[in-house]
């Protein structure tokens, strides 16, 4: 074999006129690095658009459940024997009452086991005057 018909993939050497077509391992590598870095960004940026996604689901269920309570207190002229869905709308949550009497009421969303269990929105109240809580990052 003559030495001038040798050469090596994606060098860019041209062999009697034709250019060797290929990607080198630096590009490759460059490429991955790219990857890894948006990647990077993007992953975290996601997980908090779920939560958010999840936190809202709660914040619909519990909006619900006081509308349910109030239709009830219009027709009942109480709270006492009023009932709501056990969960929200998309089940990231479980509603509960946790106190109703003839005046005021007071409802709990606590996040379903392997969803919402971490962070202030894993557990969100209303009660009868519409406070809420926890205020400032659920709301």
Known sequence: MNQSNIHLAGTGIKERGHRVQGFTLIELMIV?????????????AYGRFVERAQVSDGKAGLTQAAQRMERCFTSEMTYDNCTIANESPEGYYSLTITSADNSTFLITANGEEGRVQTGTCSSMTVNHQGARTPTDDCW
């Open 32 to 44: 991955i690095a790219i990857i890894a870095i948006i990647a990077a960004i993007a992953f975290p």
